[in-house]
Nanobody, 123 residues
Framework: QVQLVESGGGLVQPGGSLRLSCAASGFTLDDFAIGWFRQAPGKEREGFSCFSSSGGGPYYADSVKGRFTLSRDNVKNMVYLQMTSLKLEDTGIYYC????????????????WGQGTQVTVSS
């Protein structure tokens, strides 16, 4: 069964850190693009960090550059997102998916998506 499962979300104060994980099963992550997306309250889902299917990257949106670090472990079939200096505007549901997009996304078939993990930055 093909599956992506995110974990590591939670409540954190501004300036704090979190590490998100994305575990893939049923397929080999190394064969696909992989990215992180988030959907802030009342906004559309957007991509902000990813590796391309050809292995390029990581790529980052300007809003997270210098604060977030994307990494992967091909042996464990996992992707990690280290988030530091978190801001209120980082609040949202974070998804990993087999797409590499930085910015707005359009629906597309045949992508794998996780169920999402909530990140709340609040004092």
């Amino acid at each position: 069964q093909v599956q992506l499962v995110e974990s590591g979300g939670g409540l954190v104060q501004p300036g704090g850190s979190l590490r998100l994980s994305c575990a893939a099963s049923g397929f080999t992550l190394d064969d696909f693009a992989i990215g992180w997306f988030r959907q802030a309250p009342g906004k559309e889902r957007e991509g902000f960090s990813c590796f391309s299917s050809s292995g390029g990257g990581p790529y980052y949106a300007d809003s997270v550059k210098g604060r977030f670090t994307l990494s992967r472990d091909n042996v464990k079939n996992m992707v990690y997102l280290q988030m530091t200096s978190l801001k209120l505007e980082d609040t949202g549901i974070y998804y990993c998916a087999t797409r590499c997009v930085v910015g707005p996304i359009t629906p597309r078939r045949n992508d794998y998506w996780g169920q999402g993990t909530q990140v709340t930055v609040s004092s």
